[in-house]
């Protein structure tokens, strides 16, 4: 079982992370647990994991055996997960941790793969992976371990239907094979929590609720307290404002065209085969496919990041006029699957400043918090911390400012909603809303289609090619 007594945590900025909390959960318990971006889950997760040591209070383990419990945890970021060059090598890496002999080994690896459904890429670099491929490795490979204890920080956020399926399969199993274990999954859908017998929510770091769900969704005000609900805001007139005031329309593409565009990352194995596609501005774009389809390259291209390997990429002005071959600064800005992969400065307040200052602006503090507030993130606190400090949704909020902030004609975002709040969610939602207003194109990519229909004037799937008109 685990016990936590009056247990905080300060991190070294001084920042509380977890405060007083007392917690107990026993063998063969599955929990849930829910929060806003920064509510302290994934520092009880590492908590727990043994990662971090308590500022105060104590964390107590034990196993009726007497042995001290085999832990796994499935960080919130895949990537902070992966150790070993090849796909195979990972996840036979907590066995051979277990000193397990090669023969016994061979086998269970090869079942794992399987089981995950991902055999095919068992020699694949775990650098060369999509992040819904680079979470089910991670899955693999947290669980082929046996743990007595499993926490599961957000293991759905870049999976797609069939992955999310195959998490829920491969958990039943691992409880029926193993009844005491306990798990814990971090969670940001209600309708995941809905499926735990108990669900815990956090706000700033306190335990506010530990009942069964549909006790803690009944209550409605509690739950828009905790930033549980989703709901797609109106956007005040200033944050209109704030978005509408772009560069010059004329220093900007009219519309966007790929023309017959293919590309492969090795000789021979098209990610993207042939796709043809026009975007205007003001329009918006959803891009959907199951994991590995090449959403996240289809992105790339747009932004000019990759160049295809065959086709092109054509701009054009007001007056349909050619503006050129290749996107230059500023056109077309993406906000990526992992945010933090974009920063690179030591405050939020730089991150923000940094991209209107290489197009010779200067952006004052007022304005800068205003580029925070329209996130959702509180510039008081946020001014002036370290961007790699931040939780995973506080990062996806900061890399939404920053790119807001450099006033695109065109902005892509990759699985924008990942790791977001519902609260966040709706924010999300309604942000869109008022980028199309201000005469923006955007293209989104997303598994979430509810989240496609709600934003998108059409959809692209990359699994039938078709285009799709939302519902
Ligand atoms: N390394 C760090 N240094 C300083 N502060 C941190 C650090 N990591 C997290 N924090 C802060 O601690 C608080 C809790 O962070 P945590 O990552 O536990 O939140 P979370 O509930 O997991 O959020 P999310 O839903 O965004 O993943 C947040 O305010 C965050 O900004
Ligand atoms: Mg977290």
């Known amino acids: 079982m685990i016990r936590l007594d009056h247990l905080t945590y300060d991190y070294d900025s001084g920042k509380r992370a977890l405060d007083d909390v007392s917690l107990a959960i026993s063998d063969g318990e599955r929990i849930a647990v829910m929060g806003a971006n920064g509510s302290g889950k994934s520092t009880l997760a590492r908590i727990i994991a043994g990662l971090i040591t308590p500022t105060r209070g104590a964390l107590k383990l034990n ?15 895949p990537d902070n997960q992966m150790v070993a060059s090849v796909l195979e090598n990972e996840i036979a890496f907590a066995l051979e941790n277990q000193a397990m002999p090669m023969t016994a080994m061979e086998p269970l690896v090869l079942e794992t793969l399987t089981r995950f459904g991902i055999e095919h890429l068992r020699a694949r670099l775990t650098t060369e992976l999509s992040g819904g491929e680079k979470q089910r490795v991670a899955l693999a490979s947290v669980m082929i371990s046996s743990p007595d204890i499993l926490i599961l920080d957000e293991p759905d956020s870049f999976l797609d239907d069939n992955g999310k399926a195959m998490l829920g399969r491969e958990l039943e199993r691992l409880h029926d094979e193993q009844p005491s274990l306990i798990e814990i999954r971090i969670t940001q859908y209600p309708e995941v929590a809905r499926g735990y017998p108990r669900l815990v929510v956090f706000a700033e770091g306190r335990v506010v609720a530990d009942h069964e769900p549909t006790r803690v969704f009944a209550n409605v005000d509690f739950c828009d307290k905790a930033g549980l609900s989703y709901r797609v805001p109106e956007l005040p007139e200033s944050s209109k404002r704030l978005l509408a005031v772009r560069r010059p329309a004329s220093s ?19 990610v993207i085969d042939d796709i043809d596609l026009i975007w205007n501005r003001g329009e918006t774009i959803g891009i959907s496919g199951e994991s590995g389809s090449g959403k996240t390259t289809l992105g790339l291209l747009l932004s000019g990041l990759l160049t295809p390997t065959r086709g092109e990429l054509l701009f054009y002005d007001a007056e349909n006029r050619l503006l050129g071959m290749t996107v230059r600064p500023g056109w077309v800005v993406g906000a990526f699957q992992q945010p933090e992969r974009q920063f690179f400065l030591p405050t939020c307040r730089e991150e923000i400043a940094f991209g209107p200052k290489n197009f010779g602006q200067k952006l004052s503090d007022d304005q800068i918090s205003s580029y925070l507030e329209l996130v959702g993130l509180n510039p008081h606190e946020f001014l002036l911390r370290d961007p790699f400090s931040l939780s995973m949704g506080e990062k996806r909020r900061l890399a939404f400012a920053a790119i ?44 979430d289609q509810p989240l496609l229909k709600a934003t998108s004037d059409r959809i692209l799937s990359l699994d039938d090619r078709k285009d799709l008109a939302p519902a």
């Open 63 to 77: 196993r009726s055996a007497g042995t001290p419990p085999k832990i796994g945890i499935l960080f919130q970021d």
């Open 252 to 270: 900007g593409p009219r519309s966007l065209e790929m023309k017959s565009v293919t590309f492969e990352y090795l000789e021979d194995k098209l």
């Open 404 to 447: 807001l902030s450099l006033g695109p004609s065109f902005i892509l975002f990759d699985e924008p909603t990942c790791g977001l709040d519902p609260e966040g969610v709706g924010r999300f939602v309604s942000l869109t809303r008022a980028l199309k207003q201000a005469g923006l194109g955007q293209a989104i990519i997303s598994h």
